[in-house]
Structure formats: structure tokens, C-alpha cells
């Protein structure tokens, strides 16, 4: 069989296109490239739409944490708390049997215990939690002159937040947001391994790279292979938010526009 | 346990429960979480002897021994750690098992990859054939540390390669000035000064590794995740004396309440050290506090 016939057969596999049943043996390297490819797709599915999510509830978190209002506060607190002090793998494995117990009330809850639902909800909350420190810290760093001078110029209220605070708040946290971005990609990985069946094996990355370390009982081949991937992908993240924060601060002098290193240590 | 819990259907509410938490499966699910916290108190001084070992390479003067050290540093910020877990639990066994066949069995002269299987001597096989199982959980074990440490010692290279370079230079130039070696400048010099620097990066790090700890599942270790989904699982009355339906969302409730209270110790122990090594220094910190005290 050919690779292209191959790349036919598996390249949207974890869709549920193309070939139904996978390789048995005799695996190529075409196979295990396209098909741990395919499984990518999930990865990223995850990843964008959990960050895409999560940064609205994280920009809402942050300002609950620096509210005036002591149950708003509270509450803010308590949510990053829950979500940033425990492990992500157990938060998978909870939301999955709490999903099936709810599932049992109620059909409305079925598409909950898919993958596609209840962990982009896992991973959503998770994100918010991060991301939600990170903004708050960064709210707390914005210089006072700048506050002063946007009253000084009559902004108060929305208008201040949303011209003056936000843009400058995102601007601090943007080293910092970076990496978590980085990380909530790896994080998807973790999906197919916490509960959440991969019905039909339709599985990630991992998942399919895992599968074929257990049929050959070769990791030298499909590891390597997914971690050249997930490097890609970090580049492109890498990429694209230095773009966003060229534009975040295209207003300071030159010099001061590169994007500090990020500290690294922002896993869960 | 209790003498009343000879006939636990005859049982309710907390009598049952007290009799159901006591069973013989519960103190395995009990004794896990040592299992647990022995895994975090091998691996947290074994990853910060690979941590300084990769730090210390990374800033070496021979061009291999610093790429290999910048590498290994580099490598875990790209790839999933779950990634990495996965691989090195295979590829150390069998890292280990291909060692002892070639000392081992040096005459043997079939392939070691056939097919899909790998094949080595009965004399190389690790563990033994017929050891007891309790070498096989041992071995395990052994394996999933080794793992945790080579993962986590890239993170702690990072922090610790860091530190170093936070070490102000001049400290270096005025040991080099009194005539230290570079060797000797590294341990009186750098060393004891870096650890106020890595403080913040380690007790971070120590919080990253308390949540990777269910992983160890994944491992293949009977750990307390593999527990609360053993015992959490419905019951049929005809496989057990306390059958119950599908309990793992509790199971894992309870895992949750645990790590939660495990960091939370954890951050205000951290927190008495720092403010307890930021006594009397010449940072930030330091300077506040002897501003409150006065």
C-alpha cells in the first residue's frame, strides 16, 4: 500500500473518515506519521477552543478576584483555588463519572460524557483558573500613572476598562499567557487517558501514539514522532502570540516591544 | 474490623459505612496514598540530583556535555510531560533488559526486535521469570521513579540553571580575584548563594510534582487513582458483602479533597520558609520585613 494511499485511508481517522479498522501489524512509518497526524487534530480542537473559552472566563475571574465585593471575591478565589490546586488528571476523572452519574437523571447530559463536550469543559475551567491568576497579577502590576492619567482625561468606568486597563493588563500577561497557552496544548493530551472513552478509536495524538507502542513494543518510533509534532505546534503557538503581543504593544519604543522569556513553571 | 460486621447486609447507614470503609480493599486503597507520598519523597531529591547534574552540564565548557545539557533542559518545555512518562517507563525497561543481554548472554545471536516483539535471554529478563511479586512491584516502582526524577530533573535543571546565572557576577570575580579555581569558585561561591534564587522555582516545582502523582497510574503502579476506580465501580451483591452502585465520582471526590488539602499545606509551609530565608537579606522581601519590624 502506498503512503498516499495511506494519507487517504487515515489522515481524518480520528474524525471517524476513511478506513475503519486500524493498521494490525506490519506498521510503516507512514502509517504511524499520518495516523498520530490525524489524531492531532484533537489536540488542537481542544486546545483552541478551550483557550478561546477560557480567556473571557479568565478575564472575569481576574476582576472577581480584584473586587471590592467580599462574595464575589470570594468566589473568584475559591474557583482558581479548586481548579489550580489539584491535579487536571483527577479534575477528568470527576467530571467524567459526575457527568455519568448525571447522565442517569437526565438524556440531556449524554453528549457531556463524550470527549468532545466534557473535557473541552474540564479543560475550559482549568484554563480560566490559570489564565485568571495570571490576568489578576497582571492587573495588579499595571502602572498607577497610567490609571491617573485615564481619569485625568475623564475615562471612568467601562470605557477606562476597556481602552485604558484591559489592553494594558493583557499586555503584562502576555509572557506569562504564552506559556500557558503552551501548556494547555499539552494538557489535551491527558484527555483520552482519564476516563473519557475514545469511541471508535477515534483517540488525540497520544492516544494513537500510545497504540502503536503497545502493538510493536517499540517507543523509539511513535514518541519521537508525536513529540515532533507537539514541537511544531508549540512553534506555531510561539509565533502567533508574538504576533498578538507585537500588536499588544505597538505603541512603546522599539526596544521595549521583544517579549521577555517566560518563566516555565506553569503546569498543572 | 468491627465485631458487628459479620453480616453487613443486616447493616445501615453509618454502621454499614463504617464497616464498608474498614474492608480489606479499603486499607489497600488506604496504604496507596503512602505509596504516594514515597513516591514524592524519593523523587523530590532524586530530580534535583538530575537537576543539578543537567544544570551543571549545560553551563560546561566542553561543547557536547553543554549541548546535552541545554538539550535535556530544552526538550520537556515542547513535549507533553504525559509524553514523556509513557516513553521512558518502555524504554528503560528495555534499555536495562537489552544492558544485562549483552552481558549476559554474549553468544546469543538472534535479533532482538523481531517483528513486533523484543526478545531477550531468560537470564536478562527484568524482573526474573519466577521472582515474587513483590519484586515485580518493586521493580515497577523503581522504574516509575526513575521516570518522574528524569522528567522533573529537566524542570529543576531549568530553575536551577537559572539560579546560577541570578548569582551576581560579581561574587564570581572577586573569588576569581583571591586566586579561587573555577572549580572551587563553582562549589564555595555559586552553589551555597544559588539556593535563595531557586527557592521560588523549586517550591513551585515541588507543587507541579504533587499534581503530577496520579499519573503514576498510568504507570502501571497500583496507585490511589487505580483504587478509586476498583472501588468506586458498581458491586453486584453476588461478588461482594457491601454491594453498592457506580460510587467512582465520590472515589474521586475524595482524591480531590486530598490533593487540595496537599497543596494548600504545602503552600503555607513554603510560605513560613521564604519568609524565613528572606530574613535578613539584601532583596525585596528582606528589606520589607526589617521595615515592618522596626
Known amino acids: 500500500m502506498s503512503c498516499w494511499q495511506t494519507i487517504q485511508d487515515y489522515a481524518f481517522r480520528s474524525l471517524g473518515h476513511g478506513a475503519r479498522l486500524l493498521p494490525k501489524d506490519d506498521f510503516t512509518l507512514c502509517e504511524q506519521i499520518t495516523l498520530i497526524g490525524s489524531g492531532m487534530i484533537w489536540n488542537v480542537y481542544f486546545g483552541f477552543f478551550a483557550l478561546i473559552s477560557g480567556f473571557f472566563l479568565a478575564t472575569a475571574v481576574a476582576l472577581g478576584k480584584a473586587s471590592k465585593t467580599t462574595w464575589v471575591r470570594k468566589l473568584a478565589e475559591w474557583f482558581v483555588l479548586l481548579f489550580r490546586g489539584s491535579p487536571l488528571f483527577i479534575q477528568f476523572f470527576f467530571a467524567y463519572f459526575g457527568f455519568l452519574a448525571l447522565k442517569s437523571v437526565s438524556p440531556i447530559f449524554n453528549p457531556f460524557t463524550a470527549a468532545w463536550l466534557g473535557a473541552l469543559i474540564v479543560l475550559f475551567l482549568n484554563t480560566a483558573a490559570y489564565t485568571g491568576e495570571i490576568f489578576y497579577g497582571a492587573l495588579r502590576s499595571i502602572p498607577k500613572g497610567d490609571v491617573e492619567a485615564a481619569d485625568a482625561y475623564g475615562f471612568s468606568g467601562m470605557p477606562r476598562f476597556r481602552r485604558i486597563i484591559w489592553p494594558t493588563m493583557l499586555r503584562l500577561a502576555w509572557p506569562a499567557y504564552t506559556n500557558e497557552a503552551i501548556f494547555l496544548f499539552h494538557a489535551t493530551a491527558l484527555v483520552f487517558f482519564s476516563g473519557f472513552p475514545a469511541w471508535q478509536q477515534r483517540g488525540d495524538a497520544l492516544y494513537y501514539a500510545n497504540y502503536f507502542a503497545d502493538k510493536t513494543f517499540n517507543p523509539f518510533i511513535p514518541y519521537p514522532i508525536l513529540a515532533g509534532y507537539f514541537i511544531l505546534l508549540t512553534l506555531v503557538i510561539v509565533g502567533i502570540f508574538g504576533l498578538i503581543n507585537r500588536h499588544l504593544s505597538r505603541h512603546l519604543p522599539q526596544d521595549a516591544r521583544r517579549m521577555k522569556r517566560p518563566r516555565m513553571m506553569l503546569i498543572r | ?294
Open chain 2, 1 to 294: 474490623m468491627f465485631s458487628y460486621c459479620t453480616d453487613p447486609s443486616a447493616l445501615e447507614g453509618l454502621t454499614w459505612l463504617s464497616c464498608y470503609l474498614t474492608t480489606g480493599k479499603h486499607a489497600g486503597f488506604y496504604i496507596s496514598f503512602g505509596t504516594v507520598l514515597l513516591l514524592l519523597a524519593i523523587t523530590a531529591p532524586t530530580a534535583l540530583a538530575f537537576g543539578f547534574a543537567g544544570a551543571t552540564a549545560a553551563r560546561s565548557r566542553i561543547w557536547p556535555v553543554k549541548w546535552f545539557g541545554k538539550t535535556y533542559i530544552a526538550i520537556v518545555r515542547g513535549v507533553p510531560d504525559i509524553a514523556f512518562f509513557l516513553f521512558f517507563v518502555i524504554a528503560l525497561d528495555q534499555m536495562f533488559e537489552w544492558a544485562r543481554h549483552q552481558i549476559k548472554c554474549p553468544d546469543w545471536d538472534e535479533p532482538i526486535r523481531q517483528g513486533n516483539d523484543f526478545v531477550v535471554c531468560q537470564a536478562a529478563k527484568l524482573p526474573l521469570g519466577e521472582a515474587p511479586q513483590w519484586v515485580h512491584e518493586t521493580y515497577g516502582f523503581f522504574l516509575a521513579v526513575l521516570t518522574f526524577a528524569i522528567v522533573f530533573g529537566a524542570f529543576a535543571a531549568n530553575v536551577l540553571f537559572g539560579a546560577m546565572r541570578a548569582v551576581p557576577h560579581g561574587q564570581l570575580e572577586t573569588a576569581e580575584a583571591y586566586g579561587m579555581s573555577r572549580r572551587q569558585t563553582f562549589w564555595r561561591i555559586l552553589v551555597p548563594q544559588m539556593w535563595v534564587y531557586a527557592l521560588p522555582g523549586l517550591s513551585n516545582l515541588w507543587m507541579v510534582l504533587i499534581k503530577a502523582t496520579p499519573l503514576l497510574f498510568l504507570l502501571g503502579v497500583e496507585d490511589i487513582v487505580y483504587w478509586a476506580r476498583e472501588l468506586g465501580g458498581t458491586k453486584l451483591s453476588r461478588f461482594t458483602e457491601y454491594p453498592h452502585g457506580d460510587w467512582r465520582m465520590w472515589y474521586f471526590l475524595v482524591l480531590l479533597v486530598f490533593y487540595l488539602c496537599f497543596t494548600k499545606v504545602s503552600e503555607l509551609f513554603i510560605e513560613r520558609l521564604m519568609v524565613k530565608l528572606t530574613h535578613g537579606q539584601a532583596t525585596t522581601g528582606g528589606e520589607t520585613q526589617r521595615k515592618a519590624a522596626v
